[in-house]
């Protein structure tokens, strides 16, 4: 218990004090994506093929179904924050890809790239531009960004469960 709470005051520490201000700056919000991209990968890798389509219950989304959201909300997320046309448009990513392995992979990698390239694109006072968010407040581009990591990070954390299921270690944590 002792070190969990060290260890999450550690990283909130980290992520409120990373410059002066208490927010991060585009690069380190961009290596933070690369990151999060390479664990995503690594989830991706340690699924074997045929545990793709797999539930844990019937209810619930599949290995496959979980990453291709991920992707379709990395997509919708960046192209609000950075004000450019979804490439995905209204299409949902878990009922046009096909759920596997490969075609997954292919999916979610292709999601952080828009990402990354939607952070590189912008200016340092776009990111700080504010735009309405879906329940009309007020929120920075950075900020829209910064809640897109929490959902990818929410939705990568759930399929840990899906891999211990299939007998399957979880990749290693990747916190720097």
């Known amino acids: 218990m002792k070190h969990s709470f060290l260890l999450y005051t550690a990283l909130a520490l980290t992520f409120f004090c990373n410059s002066a201000a208490g927010q991060f700056t585009q690069s380190q919000m961009i290596a933070e994506w ?7 990968k690594a989830y991706l890798d340690a699924m074997p093929a045929d545990g793709y ?4 219950t019937p209810e619930i989304r599949s290995f496959a179904e979980q990453m291709l959201h ?3 909300d990395n997509y919708g997320f960046a192209s609000y924050a950075c004000g450019k046309p ?3 448009g209204d299409s949902s990513l878990e009922k046009t ?5 490969e075609a997954t992979t292919k999916a ?4 952080y790239d828009f990402m990354i390239s939607s952070m590189k694109s912008m200016t ?3 990111m700080n531009e504010t735009v309405k968010s879906n329940n009309a ?8 960004f910064g809640k897109a990591f929490e959902h990818q990070t929410h939705h990568r954390g759930q399929t840990t469960i899906y891999l211990r299921l299939k007998g399957v270690t979880p990749p290693p944590e990747m916190l720097f």
């Open 86 to 88: 979804d490439p995905i």
């Open 108 to 111: 979610v990698m292709d999601s």
């Open 137 to 144: 407040k007020e929120i920075s581009r950075a900020n829209l």
């Open 34 to 40: 690369q990151r999060a991209k390479a664990y995503s």
């Open 53 to 56: 389509r797999f539930k844990p």
């Open 70 to 72: 991920l992707a379709n």
């Open 97 to 101: 890809v096909s759920p596997t392995k």
């Open 124 to 126: 340092p006072d776009q």
